[in-house]
């Protein structure tokens, strides 16, 4: 799963370091080649765990943390459709 944040790597660095540690089997990683001012940064994020469900739940749990991370700031989280090209479709969460 991906999501854009509306942030520089810099400062969403923090919460991602905060992720790693307090949720187990999540990697998170900025995609900072296709970073841009207009469009944000784009995150990749994957879940490991016994099935579906228990993936689906640490995903859900991060991208709230991001959500909650952003709107703090004032700034937006969106899920992605797809990144061809270093494009990518924003659908707001």
Known sequence: MSVIV??????????IDEICR?????YVKPL???????SGLPIKILAFGEGRSACAR?????IEHMRTFAE???RD?????GMPR???R????
């Open 72 to 74: 703090a700031r004032r």
């Open 58 to 62: 640490k995903l859900a749990s991060v």
């Open 22 to 26: 307090g949720i187990p089997d999540v």
């Open 32 to 38: 900072i080649k296709y970073y841009g001012p207009d």
């Open 77 to 81: 989280v969106a899920l992605v459709k």
């Open 86 to 88: 270093g494009r990518a």
């Open 90 to 93: 924003r659908n707001p969460l």
């Open 6 to 15: 509306s942030m520089r790597e810099s400062e969403i660095s923090p919460l």
